[in-house]
């Protein structure tokens, strides 16, 4: 920490603009308050495709794009002490205080903090979501976890369920990790000036089109509920290996009219897709907290989600939401 109190944080993970996901939005939209705060920021992530080098985003936020290319699911390979050289080079030239680590998938975060600390700097390290005990992956995952954060200084999970995954996963005692919900500036999402028309329901599904997501869930659901109710459509914006099977499904079914797949959806433009519909459906099977139903709920979509993770803990405050989307408006009047 600097002598006039201000902190200057390294922000590290695989995942991060031009990228599109919930971790991305976090960690720009955390750079920016900190920012705001005075506290100087710099984010460290991997190349894409020909972004490389040092680039600046808005309020001045320094992102270093290493010269390592993703091999899987955007995660760089695993070099354990490869990466020392350029993380202790950054380290070094920006003065960093403290090195906050993002989502437990991302290699790039494990070998930041493993070398942080190392050199003796305050890391701290957020989880974004929740795995398993079971399979080979998580079992792997969770040992890689256990040996990253045995040193780390506090870790920060965004939901109380992903609390309590963590601690079991990574064996950290629970006094050392602080739950910090995930929250949408309600400024951005805002209602529909116009109420939109009830002849037709427009069910709104925003999300990376993977597995863990509930995709598969999405291509027995969207036929079935298509069949039983002939006014209703559905959008579907986001990316991934599952869009294969929902343009099948479409096809199959012969849906083209009454499902739009949009691809990826830049989060500049989520608000303009969200109050296009009456329903936001969250089909997750595993989830820690979901930003995506806090963004639904602040454009004034009636949310309908799986009962997984922390979700139920976020249900509460759409609530909350409406009222300062109400408070807002009133302040406007």
């Known amino acids: 920490m600097s002598e006039n109190g201000k902190h200057r944080i390294l922000m590290v993970s695989d995942f991060f603009f031009p990228n599109f996901g919930g971790v991305e939005n976090h960690i720009y939209y955390l750079s920016q308050c900190l920012i705001e705060l005075g506290h100087k920021v710099v984010v460290m992530t991997h190349a894409y495709n020909n972004r490389s080098g040092v680039r600046y985003m808005t309020g001045g936020l320094k992102v270093y794009y290493v010269p390592w290319k993703p091999f899987l699911m955007q995660n760089t390979l695993p070099t354990f002490y490869g990466t020392l050289p350029i993380i202790r080079t950054i380290l070094i030239r920006e003065k960093i205080s403290v090195v906050h680590g993002h989502q437990a998938f ?81 400024a951005m999402f805002k209602p529909a000036p116009e109420r939109l028309s009830n002849n037709e329901i427009v069910i709104v599904v925003i999300s990376r089109l993977v597995y863990r997501k509930g995709a598969d869930l999405l291509v027995e659901v969207i036929p079935e509920v298509c069949r039983l109710h002939p006014n209703v459509r559905f959008v579907i914006g986001g990316d991934g290996p599952k869009r294969v099977r929902l343009e099948e499904m479409r096809e199959k079914h012969s849906l083209q009219d009454r499902v739009d797949m949009l691809g990826a959806v830049p989060h500049a433009n989520v608000r303009s897709v969200l109050i296009t519909g009456h329903i936001f459906l969250n089909s997750s099977l595993t989830e820690a907290f979901c930003i995506a139903i806090l963004e639904a709920a602040s454009c004034g979509l009636l949310t309908v989600s799986t009962c997984v993770g922390g979700v139920p803990e976020a249900c509460p405050l759409h609530f909350l939401i409406f009222l300062a989307n109400l408070f807002q408006e009133g302040n406007k009047a």
């Open 106 to 186: 991302s290699t790039l975060c494990h070998e930041a903090l493993m070398h942080a600390r190392t050199m003796g700097y305050k890391v701290v390290f957020t989880d974004h979501s929740l795995y398993g005990f079971a399979d080979v992956g998580s079992i792997h995952m969770n040992k890689v976890l256990q040996f990253t954060l045995a040193d780390v200084t506090q870790a920060i999970c965004v939901s109380h369920t992903s609390k309590e995954n963590t601690v079991l996963r990574s064996g950290l005692p629970p006094e050392k990790v602080y739950v910090i919900p995930n929250a949408v500036d309600t």
